[in-house]
């Protein structure tokens, strides 16, 4: 645990430093009561700001949720608001077994997963290649940025990994909701994946589409 803090740390001082000559003040606490523009949130008025908007509670174990059989618990800015503008943010992600954070990407942030308990494959895809690999406890991995990525808990029990971003508040964009989640046509779906019409209305119901 204390190898993993102070990874975090060192991620965090080099995210600062690389964003600090945009600030012509030491931070700028989100004011999410605002409408978010491209360069983050507007700050909210130092007066105002207290040691509450640099402190998030609850980086604990989330609800395992079906279809992946995971638990996720995001620390971005939309709850530490300290964060904004920082370009750095954390997640912590639980694996039941056989858990699986599915194909995914993000657009806006390189992740840096830190293996904290159990076996987790993972990888990441590009036009040419795979680049999988068995981690264990201790082992870091890093995701590149905007590229389609997995983890899958391959171990016999539970599995524990706490990621960092390079973002305050990354995007994501899950391949499976992306395709059948929304209102795209049977049709396109089956020309365009070689899928079957029956096995992508059963996908469509698992994530909510329609069409």
């Known amino acids: ?7 975090l740390l060192f991620l965090a ?8 000559n945009s600030f012509t003040n030491d931070f700028c606490v989100a004011n999410l009561g605002l409408p978010k ?3 983050g949130y ?13 402190v998030s509670s609850g980086f604990v174990a989330g609800s395992i949720k079906s279809p992946f059989n995971i638990g996720f618990t995001p620390v ?11 370009g750095i943010s954390v997640a912590r992600i639980d694996y039941a077994i056989n ?36 981690l ?19 171990g016999p029990g539970k599995a524990i990994v706490f990621s960092a971003f390079s973002s305050d508040n990354p995007s994501l964009q899950i391949l499976d909701v992306l ?14 994946t070689l899928l079957e019409k029956a096995q992508i209305m059963k996908l469509k119901a698992q994530f909510g589409g329609s069409g």
């Open 136 to 154: 264990k406890a201790g082992d870091v991995f890093v995701f590149p940025i905007g590229l389609l990525h997995f983890s899958v808990n391959s």
């Open 42 to 54: 507007p700050c909210k008025s130092e007066t105002i700001v207290t040691a509450n908007d640099f």
């Open 37 to 39: 523009t491209p360069s």
């Open 99 to 134: 858990g699986s954070v599915p194909m995914h990407i993000h657009p806006d942030a390189t992740e840096l997963a830190i293996i904290v308990e159990g076996v987790v494959d993972v990888g990441f895809i590009t036009p040419t290649n795979v680049y999988q690999k068995t």
């Open 1 to 7: 645990m204390k190898t993993i803090l102070i990874i």
């Open 76 to 86: 971005n800015v939309k709850n530490l608001p300290g964060l904004n503008g920082l």
């Open 13 to 20: 001082l080099f995210s600062y430093t690389s964003n600090a």
């Open 179 to 192: 395709i059948f989640g929304n209102r795209l046509a049977n049709e396109t779906i089956e020309k365009t």
